[in-house]
Structure formats: structure tokens, C-alpha cells
């Protein structure tokens, strides 16, 4: 049967695809979900789960779950209304909100995303360096690496190789898993929540949900989604690849609290970033998880590396409306690929030039995407229920209600933070 | 000509003085090429009151609506009509003559002979960074576009837009070269794509689909829902690229 074929007669009734066609489906679907939710555990992600499990041991495993749900839950959202209106997010909120709106939202999220890209290089040098190359070496190659990627490569082939470079982080697991770790300290510690309200604990549970629910993987998830010209008879396979790429998240964020809360957290110890908990690992874990550990520092370091600018130029290009487009010719989408070769120039020579102070600039860079994450989700909340937007696709008041719910824990833990 | 942007926003009298509205949306039909306005849209989203063309006051200097007559209820336009601001400002357009997305950032209306008439819209990044300017709207009046296209040369991508121009008789989409069609339904999000393609007369159809290259073919299928499961996924650069184009002919823009 062909498109030529009437709409009404498309479909012989009761027919089903049967497993394999779902399966394979299924199959294409996936990709958004998947590489948003992985890059959520980068470097600085990887940082604040070591620190949980180091500083809190196994009591705070439970701010992970939560988040992994709040997760789940905005990225379905954001890939939802990629699918349903064909826009990005930024661009959706220019619609909506008007251009000035849209304008202070990218500005933010600029800053903050290059920023970040910043720290995923610090990443892939600190992690480099604990496997003997020089960052020197290492940053530019990765640099390079990355935008070779995104301007040589098709759309399928960026899929591909982003995702193959997400299977780097079972080296967590392994890394876990070779400390022996309690295991039923780990089920209490997620199931039964816990919190002293101390200032050291009030800001490791906002800095889990912050690096869990980032800006940029929202943005990302929704321009991906469009850019795979994802169709609303997707969206099931879709919620799939939302709900697998946020639980392998989870997943792999709750191995790096486990290695380090049975490893380090008895002997007191205290780290300030994922490379000094694979130094620390060596000695009490062996050498093997230690190398394992820095490993997956430098694979998580260049799937963000990869996604961030990527992230970046779909959004200046919604709010431009230029073309942008992984599979878009360089001629055709100068900006799309304009910005991202921009972004993760700029993020290298930070991280490379001597007399550049990062600590400050990381710091700033969590603050700015900590002041956009609630207006974005309020927007995102707002926009779900708009049926000028979704049509007759809203949210309904379940999700609208489990929406709120998480923007008052996220706002709630961005005003412990202050506090 | 005014800028939609000046127009927004400005408070109108109703003519009795009982009452005072801000103008949200200016209701167009677009059944007349260059669309035309058919009434405003007054007060809240949730009680917008509709106000026809013909019982607005204009003021005699500024050409600017100031009173209305009166107004009733209405909950949406129907058929050919749409919300400038809702369905066209800062929404994604398809230029049907360059063959490529854009985001409108002005639209531009001229008032001819008691009439309030769409001249066009102006997209790029020089019209938006004007919106962006600390400068009052009413000053945005004298910076003339420098090109503008008429809503006869561009197929609006917003859902309003794009049911109201498929209602059209008129509209580009229904005057547009097999080709021509090949490539908006090229650019087109998926299921907008699929809502353009049944509505084409069925040899229109066939030959439009001949035209598009086979991925975009097995992507409408898809959104038809009449398609096999994806093919394999392309892995080499020299396959085509994402949008994959139709190939080019002479005929650019509408028949």
C-alpha cells in the first residue's frame, strides 16, 4: 500500500505489526531518550554521585530514585511536545511566549550549556590524565573528535557512535561491583528516605537533582526528537526510550554512589570530584576499579562533550528558526553547525589556556542552570496544558499534577541551597 | 503600514464607555490571497470577546483601532480564519519560493480602503533583534522591512496556520507544482506532512509522491499509517541527506 492509497483505507482493521514490527520499531525509535538521559550522568554528574556516596554513604540513595522519576517525567514531556508541534524548545517558547522570552531563555542557556561543555572537557583532561595522556593531547583530540562527529557524520551514524559511547559507563558498574557493597544498606538507603536538613546534606540533594534534571537535556531531548522527525504513532516507543535511557541513568548514577559509599565512605574520607574518587578507589578497591572508574570519567566526559553543543545549536537555530538538521548540508544549516563547532572550541580553549581559573567558572555555570531549570519547567508545564499547542494531546491532570509536584521539590531544593 | 507588535496590546474603548479592552489577536481569513482582517480579538483567552471588522473604530489620524461597537463571545475561528498572534508571529513558516523554514518575526498590515489586509511578513534575524531593541513599538512603525512575503508566497507551519491554508482554496499549498509540493512535504514535520497529503486530489498525490525522495515517501507511509517497518538505517554520509531533498526542477513557487 502506498501514501497515494486513501487515508481511510490505510489501515486494514484489526491488523497488528506483530512483535517484530514493534520490535523493530521499536528499535528506531530509540535514540533521544537514550542520549539525553545518559549525558546526564557527565563528569559533574559523576562528581556529585561520588560525593553523595562518599560524604552520606548509602543514606541519600533515595534523592537519586526521586530524581530518576522527575526525570522520566520531564523527558517524556519535552520529547512529547518535539513530536506533537515539530519545535524545539526554545523555539516553542518564542511562539508562546514571544521573542523576548525566547531570547533571555537561550541567552541563559547559552552561557550555562558552554559553560558546562566546559567542565565535560575538564572531564575528559582529569580522566585522561589519571590514564597517563597529558590533556593536551587528549582535549584537543576529543575536540576534534566531537565536531568531526556532528559535521561529517549523518544523522544515523551520530546515533550510532553517541550510543556506543554510552556503553562505556558499565565500567561504573564494574567498578561497583568489584567493592563488594552491602546491598541491603543500598535497598534501605533508596527506599527509605532520609534527610537532617544540615546545610552539607541540603546541598548534595540539590546539586543531585540539578545535575539529573539539567536544562540542556531538555532542550536536547525535544530538538532531537524533531530532528528524528519522530511521529505521534512513535510516541509510544518513544515513552519506551525515555523510560530506558532515565533508568540507566539511575541506574549508572546509583553504581557510582554504591562503589563509593562502601569504599570510601567508611574510612571518612572526602573528595572534591570524580577523578579524586578513582585515585581513592585504587587502593581500597584495586587498581582495576580505579582505572575503570576514570574510564568511564573520560566516556561520559565525551558523550556530553558531543550532546551539549549539539544542544546548544538546535536551540539557537529555534529561536533563529534556521535550519538545523544533523543530516543538513554545512551550506544549508551554517548556524546550526556555526554554533556548535563555536561552543565546543570555546569550552576547549577554557579548559586548555593556562591562567584560566574553572572552579569559579563551574561553579557560576551550575548557578545559571539551577536559575533557568524552574522557569523552564514552569514553561514546559504551562505549554502541556495549552491546547493551542498540543491540539487535542494536553496533559492531563495526573501529569499536570506529578509536573507541579516536581517543580515544587526542585524549587524546594534550589531554596535549601540558598538557605 | 503597522507592525502586528504595535497593534497588541493596545487598549480599545467600547463605544458606550462601559468598558475598556486590550486587543489580544487579530482574527484574518485567509481566503482572499493576501488574507484579510475579519475582527479582533478583545480581553482574556478564556472570555475573548470577538469583535467584527466592520464595528471597529479607527482614529481619524493614526489609522489605529481605538473603539468597538460591541462584541459577543467566541471560543475559536473556524474554517479559513486565523490568530495573527496565535498561529502566524514568531511561528515557523515555509517560503515557498526559497524553498526553506524560516520564523516570522513581523508581521506587517496596511490599511486599504476601510480594510485592515496582511501586506506580509518579515522573517530573519535583522527584524527580530528590532523586537529585541529597548524601542517603542510605535517607533518600530517607521523602520520600514526591507523584503517582505506575502502569506500568498508562504505556508505557515503553526497547527492553526497550516488547517487554515489546507481550508483555503487559495492558499500556496493548493496552487504548488507537484515539485513544489514534493518539497514542502519534505519540510514538513511528519503528521503535518501526512494532514497536506490527504488532502491532495488523488493524481496530485501520485505524482507528488513519485517525486519525493524514497526515505521521505516511507516517512509519510509511516505517518499514514500505512507503512512497512523503517528501512535500515543509513550509516554512510553519501546516502542522502536527512531532509532529502526532491530533485530540483524549473518550476519554483506556486503554478
Redo the contacts between chains.
Sequence with gaps: ?????A?SA??APGRS?GNR?RL??SL?VLGPGLLAGLSDDDPAGITTYSVLGTDHGYRLLWVLLLSTLALILFHNLASRMGV????GLI?LI??RY???A??AALLVLVVANTGTAAAEMAGVAAGSELLGVSRYVAVPIAAAGVTALVL??????VE?LLLAMASVFVAYVGAALLAHPDWGAAGRGLLVPALSFSHAETGIVAATVGTTLAPWGLSFIQSYA??K?????DLPYERVDVVLGAVLTGVIGFFVVVGCAETLHPDGLHIQSASDAAVALRPIAGDFAGGLFAVGLVGAALLAAAVLPLSTAYSVCD???S?A?????FA?ARVFYGTNVAVTALASALVLLPHVHLLPLLVATQALNAVLLVPLLVAMHLLSRDP?VM?GRTAGPAASMAQLLVIAGVTASAVLLIA | MIPLTRLIGRRLSEAAGRSRQRLRDVVVDVTEPDGVATGLLLGRSAHARFVPWRDVRLHPRTGMPTQFVDGHPRAVVTGSELLLVRDVLDSRVYDVRARRTDRVAEVWLELREGRLEVAGVEVGARAMVRRLLPIEPSDRASTAPRMLLPLSAIHLMSPGGHRAQLSSAGSPVHRLSGAGTAHLLTHLPPDAAAELARRLPEQHRRRVVQRLHPRVGDRLRQALGSGSPARRPRTRRTDGWRLFLPPEDDHKGPR
Excluded at chain 1, 84 to 87: M, R
Excluded at chain 1, 325 to 329: A, E, F, V
Design positions: 500500500m502506498t501514501a497515494d492509497a487515508p490505510s489501515r505489526p514490527g523493530i520499531a528506531a506533537i508541534t515539530g519545535q523555539g518564542r511562539h514571544g521573542v523576548r525566547g531570547a561529517l557524520g549523518s544523522f544515523h551514524r550510532h524533531v530532528d522527525r519522530l511521529t505521534v504513532r529561536l533563529t528558526g535550519q538538521g544533523l543530516d543538513s548540508r544549508d493551542d491540539g
